[in-house]
């Protein structure tokens, strides 16, 4: 018998040898283990790869070679090789990547493998190995686990004939392939730098790639090859960013202080399940990082000598199109500080201070930020005591910053620092850039610029700065950034105006400025054409000035003057005023007062002649008293430093308001709504019917009133002149032009025979006079649209909603004679209440001047012309490109008719387009120091004015008449 099994045991060993097995697969309830190898031969000078499959029941698991919060590694061991193979021929497992799983509610991790897995293990088969067959033993050692551990070893082999090729046995080719795919990249085969440290009890580990592999990852993890490190729960924050990812967890009670490297795996799961993994090794660093910021509190030297003051540096390095801020951050944003200082008992520590910061313009919207886009070192000064003892010195800090893009993410963290103590400075040299460009951007606090001198007027806020030394048309651009909000409105207007050592800055004033402005501190930046850029800081407070000082300022400084002109010119101005009170007449703003006045004449067309006569004097008369009354109040203004010009009342919207009741109610009085007796209503009877002396006089003043919003031709150069002269000279130009005014009406009632021409009395002038209401009507919309564009359409609905009130009030009125002395007393108190009522609402913040942006202007806006701004004339001028510029306001209605029939015809626009001349348009309807400058500058002291800069630099600008046509528009622009 026992012949028999020998003969069959020598027949079928050799068949298991080549069929690979050894020994049979280790089953227990839980788990199969079995050790195979990828091929079915073995072949000299090759590697062998065999591996330990493991293959848990359902909700069971084995552990990664290290098992986290608990659990054991597959080992194997006590290898049996054939003769002439060393141990050394078996290499270390090969570990795919683990499952990160968390055990139950119990706050703990282990890093499994809850499936079957193949833990691959390469031999390596010497060259000169002869045998015909190759054969391994080993003790496999697991751990298989689900609420308990069950710990399972057992012996394993393998036996596989010697051949010249490898042959895959195909039962273990997808394991293998599984296993090899879901193995992390080893270290030295990935170029991701990673890097630890350690803040506020917490480990953070950093890893930075190339390029931006972690843009679709979902899910990350970090394991750690050691324990007593960090915690895996309950708290794990994980940062993913395109180019980068950290993981936090909290620190292990017995975390090792000493510790440099941390080995450990990367591991993360794309949008698509897929998975990835990279062996890491990083290493300590100072280094912090936080959403889209790396921050990281350095010193400029290797050591601190006690008793010499050492600079430490806040490094904060932002993402692409992310920043950090200065010390006021603008329109948004809070600084970075430093603050809850760590430090040897008598350290003293200065402030942290700021480089120049950068003007950052909020994507599409008026919002500026004050910040840094790029990396920025915040330095501060450190003294430790002169007789400190120690070797090291620690230094900690809390350090608080924003970080923003289109959101923002505050930031805090305690940074620390430790240096050795030594007898003499030892430089860095890796942060000496950082040091020497921080010193290069800090303002300087030396300076011989002074103070600001800060002036207000209208909306606008301008800031000036004048020095001996600085040249300031040396540089190309400049901002200035003030240390508290509510100061200017950054954007969008910022205006830059040099003018030899003086510079201006002007902005929009903020919508609630500081009551105290006297109190201002900032920063003066200057760049100049190649981006190199100057910081000046001022300390000490800015020096209110009046609105009208920056621009006489520059004046002084180009040397600017009068060019001689005096009274020898005064007969030429005097004439030239007469003139264009004359052709006043033809314009449209005084055609519905005029009205009122020819409807008197012929009414009164069969009085005496003297009665005539008088009759135009009395008009003469309002008209030449509220000249002088305007340009009294005008000058006086200018006097005490308001920088307005002609017309400067119809900036006012209380005034636009009261312009538009009377407007209104006189164009009911025509209607027949109401007739007004005696007493006050009796001056708004006499100024409809033009009925005694006294009407002619108030007609003449409100004709005046409503005119001011015309500049007729010949009167801008007459007004310039006289708003340059002493009192008396003005007021006999201003004169001459209330005279020009009422020269017409006058002369008409000078001479009878005149009358002949107009039309009999008849019961037509009932119906002329009704119909004369709707020019009044027609004025108060269009004063009410002026509103509106000033003040918006609360304000403007409120006025409107007072006019209808008024409407009700007169109707009231005039019933008064057919209702009892009980209605009668109401319909008085409606009257009272609403002339109140009127009275109140134009001293309320609804008809308070809204901001009137570049931007809205811009907005207006085609492509036909470019909202004026003094930096970019400058520009243009400068690149030798011609300029159109048209100062404009809503409530000039010459303006209006020369936009309307002259401006926007295709004609014009094609003629600009055609000679390459850049259209800007400047808006005046509310206040404006930089239109207000340019306007002076050119002697006119109101709207509108039209100037041709020629393409040459330094050719002179070409003032264009006033009244404009197609014609002279295109001859101007092809003479250039």
């Known amino acids: 018998m026992w012949k028999f099994a020998a003969r069959l045991a020598a027949v079928l060993l050799p068949c298991l040898a080549g069929a690979g097995l050894k020994a049979q697969v280790h089953s227990t309830g839980q788990i199969e283990v079995e050790l195979v190898a990828e091929t079915t031969t073995a072949v000299p000078g090759e590697t062998l790869w065999l591996a330990i499959r493991l293959d848990p029941i359902e909700n069971w698991h084995t552990y990664w070679k290290f098992g986290g919060d608990s659990g054991e590694a597959t080992s194997a061991g006590d290898w049996r090789l054939p003769a002439g193979v060393s141990q050394d021929a078996v290499g270390e497992i090969v570990w795919p990547i683990p499952e990160w799983t968390p055990f139950l509610d119990s706050g703990l991790v282990t890093f499994t493998y809850g499936h079957e897995v193949f833990l691959p293990l390469p031999v390596a088969i010497p060259a000169d190995f ?117 993981i936090s967890t909290e620190q292990h009670a017995r975390h090792p202080m000493d510790m440099t490297e941390l080995d450990g795996l990367l591991a993360w799961v794309d949008e698509e399940g897929g998975l990835h993994g990279y062996d890491l090794r990083p290493t300590l660093a100072s280094v912090a990082w936080d959403h889209s910021i790396e921050i990281e509190l350095i010193a400029e030297n290797d050591n601190i000598v006690p008793g010499e003051t050492a600079w430490l540096g806040l490094r ?21 500080s430093l603050g809850e200082w760590s430090a040897p008992p008598g350290t003293e520590i200065g402030p942290l201070q700021f480089p120049a910061p950068s003007w950052l313009p909020f994507y599409d919207t008026d919002l500026v930020n004050f910040g840094y886009e790029e990396e ?121 105006s040099v003018r030899g050592n003086l510079l201006q800055i002007t902005h929009q004033q903020p919508r609630r400025m500081l009551d105290d402005l006297g109190a201002v501190h900032g920063t003066l930046v200057l760049e100049d054409a190649n981006g190199g850029r100057t910081a000046f800081e001022f300390a000490d407070s800015a020096r209110m000035a009046s609105s009208t000082s ?23 101005y005097m004439l030239f005023a007469l003139l264009g009170g004359m052709i006043l007449n033809l314009m449209p703003c005084v055609f519905p007062v005029l009205s009122l006045k020819a409807l008197g004449f012929v009414a009164a067309s069969g009085d005496t002649a003297r009665r005539q006569r008088n009759e135009g004097l009395a008009y003469t008369g309002g008209i030449l008293v509220s000249f002088v009354l305007l340009a009294s109040l005008l000058i006086a203004l200018r ?49 409809t019917t033009g009925k005694g002396y006294r009407g002619s006089f108030f007609t003449g003043v409100l004709a005046t009133i409503v005119a001011t919003p ?94 209808i009130l008024l409407a009700l009030s007169a109707w009231l009125y005039q019933r008064r004679h057919v209702v009892g002395p009980a209605m009668r007393g109401a319909n008085y108190a409606v009257g009272v209440a609403t002339l109140f009522l009127a009275g109140y609402l134009m001293q309320t913040p609804f008809l308070q001047t809204l901001s009137r942006a570049d931007t809205e202007l811009a907005g207006q806006a085609s492509a036909e012309f470019e909202p004026f ?86 050719g002179e600008p070409v003032i264009l008449p006033q009244i404009l046509t197609p014609a002279i528009l295109d001859d101007a622009f092809s003479a250039i």
């Open 639 to 687: 006097a005490a430093g308001e920088q307005v010009g002609w017309a400067f009342q119809f900036q006012q919207p209380w005034f636009l308001a009261f312009i538009v009741y009377l407007f209104f109610t006189l164009g009911l009085s025509l209607s027949g709504v109401f007739e007004i007796g005696t007493g006050l209503m009796g001056v708004g009877n006499n100024l």
């Open 376 to 496: 920025v070192l915040h330095p501060v000064a450190v003294t430790i005591p002169a007789d400190y003892a120690g070797d090291t010195v620690e230094i900690s800090t809390l350090a608080y910053w924003n970080v923003c893009d289109l959101i923002c993410i505050p930031g805090e963290q305690r940074l620390a620092i430790s240096l050795p103590v030594g007898e003499a400075p030892a430089p860095n040299a890796a942060h000496a850039e950082l040091f020497a460009s921080a010193r290069e951007n800090l303002p300087l606090a030396d300076h011989d610029l002074g103070v600001p001198l800060l002036a207000v007027a209208g909306e606008r806020v301008s800031l000036g700065f004048e020095s001996p030394t600085v040249d300031f048309a040396a540089y190309s651009d400049a901002w200035f950034f003030p240390e508290q909000r509510r100061v200017i409105k950054p954007g969008p207007l910022r205006d830059v």
């Open 316 to 336: 904060l390095d932002p993402a692409e199109h992310w920043h950090t801020y200065w010390k006021m951050g603008g329109d948004s944003g809070e600084p970075t």
């Open 130 to 246: 002869s045998g015909d067959s190759f054969a391994a033993e080993t003790t496999i050692d697991w751990q298989v686990c689900e609420v308990i551990c069950i710990p399972g070893s057992a012996r394993f082999g393998v036996s596989l004939p010697v051949a010249e090729a490898p042959v895959v046995d195909e039962r273990w080719r997808e394991g293998f392939a599984t296993a090899r795919a879901n193995t992390p990249a080893p270290l030295g085969e990935h170029d991701l730098v990673a890097r630890f440290n350690r803040h506020d009890g917490k480990v953070n580990v950093m890893v930075r790639a190339d390029d931006a592999r972690f843009a679709e990852v979902d899910e990350a993890w970090f394991l750690p090859t050691r324990g007593r490190v960090m915690r895996y729960a309950p708290y794990r924050d994980v940062m993913l960013e395109d180019s980068r990812i950290q």
């Open 710 to 803: 015309c500049t007729a031709p010949f009167m801008g150069p007459a007004l310039g002149f006289a708003l340059t002269q002493p009192w008396i000279v003005a007021m006999l130009v201003f004169l001459s032009l209330g005279f020009g005014m009422a020269l017409p009406i006058l002369v008409l009632s000078r001479v009878p025979a005149l009358t002949r021409f107009l039309p009999r009395p008849g019961a037509w002038m009932n119906t002329f006079k009704q119909f004369m209401a709707f020019p009044l009507y027609a004025s108060a919309a269009f004063f009410l649209w002026v509103l509106g564009n000033q003040v918006g359409v609360m304000g403007m609905s409120l006025v409107l909603g007072v006019c």
């Open 869 to 954: 701004s003094g930096a970019r004339l400058t520009e243009l001028r400068s690149a030798g490109t011609p300029v159109f510029v048209n100062m404009t306001a809503d409530w000039c209605i010459t303006c209006l008719v020369n936009e309307q029939s002259t401006l926007g015809t295709e004609r014009v626009q094609r003629s600009m387009e055609s000679n390459n001349i850049v259209y800007m348009k400047g808006d005046w309807t509310n206040e404006d120091p930089e239109i207000t400058a340019v306007l002076e500058e050119f002697r006119r002291p109101s709207v509108p004015l039209y100037v041709l800069y020629p393409g040459d630099p330094a």
């Open 550 to 572: 920056l621009p006489v300022m520059a004046a002084n400084v180009s040397g600017g003057g009068d060019g001689g002109v005096g009274l020898a010119s005064l007969p030429l």
